[in-house]
DNA sequence: GACGAAAGTGACCGATCGTGCTCTTTCGCT
DNA sequence: AGCGAAAGAGCACGATCGGTCACTTTCGTC
């Protein structure tokens, strides 16, 4: 069955980059099948239903977040370095790599915080264990390591750099906002490396 | 036209709720007809197209921003005390306003920050008057007042921190956001008012 | 090259979408 | 009280939604 894997890969392919810009929900089946060449009953011989793509999607885009953004970093050092690839990489993926939707991962996120259900579990949950990993990276980041609430108030500014970013760049049109948000990154690294125990 | 206006209040007031959950464009004349009591036909009295509608909600919530986050913190004198105000407005307009979305103004940029069309315009047009707003009261930090790029870096942080708290909270379920988002931001506000010229 | 399974098509279903139409009810004013 | 206009109901429309089914084409394997 190698030629339906292909196939499968183009559908979630073509449904994350239209579910990046318009939001998962506004995906249509129609939609899907025309930009990838196939008719819509042909889709179902990949998926049993709308909400089973849905999923699939999501863990796609997951699992192409983990590729690009945290597994390249694991072949640096601990501590500075690997939070520094994270978080440039996590920058360009969504600069380059979803260069017409930005980052697919924060849309997702804000899409579904509000609505139960096995996306937002699925969410939740692959994003709890990438934060637990940056977690210890910054507490790599001194020796004795950090307390964990430090290391948690860390991570949350981090996060909160990479959405003002996706603000900054899309909706405000700020060319210079990965500029501004690695500025304040680096700040951040240097306040948490030094700050008294 | 007094009964006019109070049904569309209420129109508007359902859709936005339902936009700020499941995002605006899943919001169905359906479902908020049925929401407010009416029928479907009757809400194109009150507006000519689903599109008219969508915009009325948008202008609506800016409103509705700008009267609960901004407007208050003019009464205080600039600089910090306005500066804290509307962090904590912005903070608490989200978790009590809109207890179970989050903030609406965050929700909308992300929907509709890759998609070109009147509703990006308006939430350009308006996010940017308030940002200058804000970064006014950054530069009154201090005396002589900060440079522009300096203004510009803090409110780059401070949008992000507001950002983050939502992903936190709402996402992440961590109902510690709050204090987490306010430490960051007054020590942003240590930073920037004493931070050599 | 034959054959079974996988991949894909086209027609069709009921439900729901946004929207126009005509008609009735209700309001606001003199 | 009465009258014109505003507010709203009910129905129907074409389009599109997610999904099913019977059928044909293509692929992978012996």
Redesign the pocket.
């Known amino acids: 069955?190698?030629?339906?894997?292909?196939?499968?890969a183009r559908i979630i392919e073509a449904a994350a980059r239209q579910a990046a810009i318009r939001g998962l929900a506004a995906?249509?089946?129609?939609?899907?099948?025309e930009d990838v060449?196939?008719?819509?009953?042909?889709?179902?011989?990949?998926?049993?239903?709308?909400?089973?793509?849905h999923i699939a999607v999501v863990e796609a885009v997951l699992d192409r977040f983990r590729d690009f953004v945290r597994t390249p970093a694991q072949a640096l050092p601990p501590g500075r370095p690997r939070l520094e690839a994270i978080f440039d990489n996590w920058l360009r993926w969504g600069e380059n790599e979803w260069a017409d939707s930005g980052c697919p991962v924060n849309q997702l996120s804000i899409e579904f915080d509000d609505q139960p259900g096995p996306v937002r579990d699925l969410l939740r949950a692959r994003l709890g264990t990438f934060r637990d990993a940056v977690l210890a990276e910054f507490q790599a980041l001194r020796d004795p390591p950090l307390a964990k609430a430090e290391a948690q108030a860390a991570y949350f500014q981090m996060k909160s750099f990479i959405f003002g970013h996706s603000d900054a760049r899309r909706m405000m049109g700020d060319t210079d906002a990965a500029r501004t948000a690695r500025a304040a990154f680096q700040a951040l690294l240097d306040r948490t490396a030094k700050a008294a125990a």
């Open positions: 069955m190698r030629k339906g894997d292909a196939t499968r995906v249509s089946l129609n939609d899907v099948a060449g196939l008719s819509k009953s042909g889709l179902f011989k990949h998926f049993t239903s709308k909400d089973d793509m």
